[in-house]
Every structure is written in structure tokens, then in C-alpha cells.
């Protein structure tokens, strides 16, 4: 198979590792760079499918303040961001909410939910 | 009324939060927290997005989750909070005054203070951008207030100037809200942010960052309609003829921080030129005996992981002066900034404790750098050097004993 090199920046942590990596495009071959192993799994998964943890607000009824924070409870394929926001979009919370409250439930099928990042009771 | 407290903590961000809970935890129950906001938690409430507390708690929290966290520990002490309260003035004798729709006009005798106010942001007039006065231009901090408070998106095609960490998240912010940033012009010829940053907030969205640009004018009368961004030669002057319209209705600044000082001044706290806040001890003392400082009211930090081990040092170190008072032969030597050292903190040694030191390099290094700091003569080995991203050295106290001459911290090559 082809190999590729390619420059990767780990987003695992703030201290963001810069790796030169060489891979055919599913399997890594050999990569340089990376102080931890959490760099070696965040690279394999850049090359299948980039994940992240979305972050995001939703409206909320009756609180102090009209949107409530939320995010997912585990990372979600990154090209799915906008189609969980458009689904959010048609939320609205009433108060109160606690944190870690289940806002939407596997949202598109990702197997995550969507949860309250903080509590925000009725007033 | 006189109230009398062991310490009292002014701001409730992180910094404050953290200081709160080990000033209690180190035998000062009296100790008084004192908000000028509704709630506590200072700015943590508006970072929804989540990267704190990485190292501190080995957790990836959100802002809110991280503030939450720390507060439903400080209810489980006997700390007492004062929010809606704001402090007007703070003596040299440690008499602090503070005004609140519930508590009226207070005055507090502290044994300790600890000033955690935080930072306010650079706006427009500091860095005097040319052109008309529209509506549309936000400082980030206050956009992001905006989106993630006020539930309130502040325009439709965006530029940011400036590429800090709290203008990059915006730029994916308002994107995620169904507006188009055009793109994030930095001056300098490196980014003011931490790279995890451009990466999962300019480059997986497409967002463009342009280095050695920056916006020479502004155009529109009620409402933004575009800038001028001009390419900047090595000194940093707009190059003639690489002037570019760029239109948009918003023009967000993240143009840097400075450290909110004016309570700090009235207690007649000796400032840093270099870092714009106290000096300090590495026991986060300042130049006033039980007056201490930290976070970024200190100087500006990275991460919020920082600001929190200041807030352990100053909260576990004014509840031991509340208790004992002062050192009587407390003689600090200066810490002082050697070559590519634009600033360090703190800035003196009172040999009290291990120095942890924290540096910003004055220019990017991108190969193996020694940090070194003489006396004592260690030489800490680091990948890089960065300005965007603080350098953190720890020397044990045994390496300092009887230390008499200035600390010089530089960053040399391997």
C-alpha cells in the first residue's frame, strides 16, 4: 500500500505534541514526536475517523439565564458536529437541570448522549 | 460594621475557588470569599468548551463542570461567601471595604487577604486601530459572555484579531452558531494561542490563520461592514500596498490580557512592569506582609491548571500567616529574567518553600532548550521553547539553602 507522511498535533492535552507521521492511510508505520501513548491511539483514530468531544449550549424555560451549557458525554465523529447541533437546536430545557442531566440521548446514533454541564435551578 | 475574618479571598475564578478551599483546609475556618458577580466562579461559567483540569484533577472538565466541581467542595467547609459584593478598597493594614445590596456597606479586618481578581481583556483603544466607530466590535471574552451566558449570537461574518486562546475558541464557537468567520489575523509572526488550539478550533473547521497580519482600519457607520488588514514587516509596521478588504459585520479583538490591579494598587502592592501584578514569593506573598496573590491577577497563565497551584500556594500560605503572622527575617532574593526570558514568576525567593517557577520565553526556540536558573545552577532540559506556551521548572528548596544573590533564569540553547 502507498505510505504518506503527514504532521499531526495531539489535542489529547495542552501540551500538544507535533508528530511526523508515516502511515498508508489506515495503519500508522512508524511516527515521531509523541511523549505519551495517548498520542499513538489519538493518531490511529485521526486516520480512520477524527473524534471529539462537542460542546455546545442549549435553550433552557425558567432559569436565571436562557441557555444552559451542555456537551457530549464521549467524543463523537467531528463531521457530525453541525448535524447534532441542528438537533439541539430544537430543544428547550425547562429548569430546573442539574449537571450531567441527559439532554438528548445517543444523538445521531453516536452511542453518546448529550448532558448538562452545569446546574442551573428554576427561578 | 467591622467584621473580623482569619483570610479573605477577593474573586471566586478559579484562582479565588482554589484559595478559599486550602486557606480552610490549612486551619483558617474563618475564611470569607468575597464575589462582585451573582454567582461564583468568575469565567469559568462562560468556558463551555472543556480542556481543564487535565492536569490538576487528571479529568477533562468543561469551564462550568471544573467550577462546579470546586465550588460543591468549598460548600462542605466552613467557608462563607459574600457574592453581588463588590471590594472599593483594601488598606495596607489589611482593612478591606466592600458594598453589597444584602450586606450594605461592610468593612473586613483580615489577618491574610488574598487578592485573585483575575484579568481583564485588551480593547480597541490599547491597541488603537485607525477608522469609524460602528457597532460590532467585541472584545472575545464579551462575545463569548454573549453565545454561552446570554444565549446571544453578536454577528453573522466575523474576523477575529489576534489569535489568543480565547479569540481561537470563539472562531469555533461561532462557527459551530451558523456564523462565517473569515478568518483569525495575528500580528506576530507566531500564534498567541496553545497549538491544540489552532488545531481543533481553526484547522477542523477550515477557519484560516493569517501570521504578521493585522487590521489597519475599520469601515462602516452604524454596523461593521469590513476592515483592512495589512501585512506587518519585521518591526511590526504595516507594509504599504498589502492593504486587503476583508468584509463582516463583527470584529472580534482577543489582543491579550492584563492583570486587574486597582484593589492591588490601594493596599500599596508593588507591581511588576514585566508581568503587570504583584511580585511575589514563591509563597505567592507580595511586597505587603499578609497581603498574597494568585492566578492571573499574578500574570497571565496558559491554563487554568496553573492558575489553581497558585491558588493552592497563596490559600494554604495566608491561612499559615493568619495563624503564626509573619516571618521576622524574611530577606527574598529578586528572581530576575536572563537571556530569551521575557517574564518569570514569581519574582523573588524567600526560601520558604520549593520554587516553582513559571516562564515565557521572549522568542519561539524550536529545538531543544536548558532552561537554566543559577544559583543554584540547575539546568532543566525542555523540547522547545514557545512564547504562547509557559515553561514550568520546579527547584527543591535543599537546592536553595542560603541562597544570597539574585536568581537568573535563562533559556539558552542545547
Redesign the interface.
Known sequence: MPTEKRHFVCVVCPIGCEMDVVHDGVEIISMEGNRCDKSEEFVRQELIEPMRILTTTVRIRGARWPVVPVRTDRSVPRRLFTGIIRQLRGITLQAPVKMLDVVAGDVLATGANVIATRTMPRE | MLREADVVVIGSGPAGLTAALHACRNGAPNTLLVEREEELGGIL?QC????FG??QFNR?Y?G??Y??RLISDLRKTAVQCFVNTLVTDITSQRIITALSPEHGAVQIKAKSIVLAMGCRERTRGSIGIPGTRPAGIFTAGVAQRL?????YLPGRQVVILGSGDIGLIMAR?LT??GARVAGVYEIMSYPGG???N???CLN?FDIPLHLSRTVTEIRGRERVEGVVVSRVDDALRPVDGSQEVVQCDTLLLSVGLIPENELSRKAGVELSPDTGGPITTETMETSVPGVFACGNVSTVF??V?YVAETGVTAGSCAALYAGAGPHRDRRPVDIVAGENVRLVFPQRYASEDDLTLFIRAAEPMERPVIVEVAPPGSKITRPYARPN?MLKVKIPRSKLAGVRKPIKVSIKEK
Open positions: 461559567k463551555i468548551h472543556n480542556g487535565l492536569e477533562d468543561t462550568p463542570e467550577a462546579e453565545v454561552n451566558i446570554d444565549g464557537r459551530l452558531e496553545l497549538k491544540r489552532i488545531v481543533q477542523d496558559d491554563i491548571d506556551e
